[in-house]
C-alpha cells in the first residue's frame, strides 16, 4: 500500500477562493482524522470520520470550514472562504480499528495570501 | 479540554549518546499516550504507545516511561543516531482520538 495520499502537497491561494484539500486513507483502515499544524498551535485534531460519518467536528475552527468523506477511500476538507489565517500544513490520517497506530500522509501545505 | 505539553522545545545530544525527551500531561482519564516522530517535509510516523495502566515499556532502541504521580511522560532512545534527528511528539489518546503535544525538536551532532 502506498499509504495515505494527500493532494496537492502545495497550495497557494488568495484570499476569498475556495481551496480544496483531498486525502485518501489506507484501504481497509475504518477511521480517518484531518489535522492543521503551525508553529504556533501544533497539530489540532479538526474532525473525526468513523467508517465514513462524522463523529467529532468540535476541532473545525468555523463554518468557513467543512470536511466529507463520501467513500470509505476519499475524503475532502474543503476552506470557504480561505484566509490568510488558514495558511498551515493539514494532515489526513487513517488508522484500522481502534488503534493507537494513525499512519499520517505527507500533509498538504497551504498557503493563503 | 485535552493539554499535552512538553518540557524543551529544542534537545541536541551527541551520536550514540541516550536521549531523554520529556511530556506533561493534563487528563488523566487517558487510555494510552503515544510518540510519535516527524521528519522534515514528513507526516508524524507512530514510534510506541504505552497503555495508561503501565509504567514502563521497551521496544527496538526506545523505552517510554510514565509516571503518572506527576502526570509525566518521557522517550528514551538509546544510542542516538543521525536518523533519529526529527520533531517528537507525544500525545494522548482517549475516546479514539488523539491529541499531540507541542513537539521537541531533536538535533543529533556527529
Known amino acids: 500500500d502506498a499509504g495515505v495520499i494527500q493532494s496537492p502537497r502545495h497550495e497557494v491561494t488568495e484570499m476569498g477562493q475556495e481551496v480544496t484539500l483531498r486525502c485518501k486513507p489506507i484501504?481497509?483502515?475504518?477511521?480517518l482524522f484531518w489535522y492543521r499544524q503551525t508553529m504556533m498551535r501544533g497539530l489540532e485534531l479538526l474532525i473525526y470520520?468513523?467508517?465514513?460519518?462524522?463523529?467529532?467536528d468540535s476541532g473545525m475552527p468555523e463554518d468557513r470550514f467543512s470536511a466529507k468523506m463520501p467513500n470509505a477511500s476519499f475524503s475532502t476538507l474543503k476552506i470557504q472562504p480561505s484566509e490568510p489565517r488558514d495558511s498551515a500544513v493539514y494532515f489526513c490520517?487513517?488508522?484500522?480499528?481502534?488503534?493507537?497506530?494513525?499512519?499520517f500522509g505527507q500533509g498538504t501545505r497551504l498557503t493563503v495570501v | 479540554g485535552e493539554s499535552v505539553g512538553l518540557h524543551l522545545p529544542t534537545l541536541s545530544v551527541q551520536e550514540g549518546d541516550n536521549s531523554i525527551i520529556n511530556c506533561a500531561y493534563s487528563n488523566s482519564a487517558s487510555d494510552y499516550f503515544i510518540w510519535y516522530k516527524q521528519e522534515s517535509g514528513k507526516g508524524p510516523q507512530f514510534i510506541i504507545d504505552i497503555r495508561s495502566n503501565m509504567d514502563k515499556r521497551q521496544g527496538q532502541r526506545v523505552t517510554v516511561l510514565l509516571n503518572k504521580t506527576v502526570k509525566h511522560l518521557s522517550l528514551q532512545i538509546a544510542a542516538t543516531q543521525p536518523g533519529d534527528s526529527a520533531v517528537y511528539f507525544c500525545a494522548s489518546y482517549n475516546f479514539n482520538k488523539f491529541y499531540f503535544g507541542s513537539g521537541t525538536k531533536l538535533n543529533v551532532k556527529p
Open positions: 490520517a487513517s488508522r484500522q480499528g481502534s488503534g493507537t497506530e494513525a499512519f
Open positions: 484501504s481497509g483502515h475504518n477511521s
Open positions: 470520520f468513523n467508517n465514513n460519518v462524522p463523529i467529532d
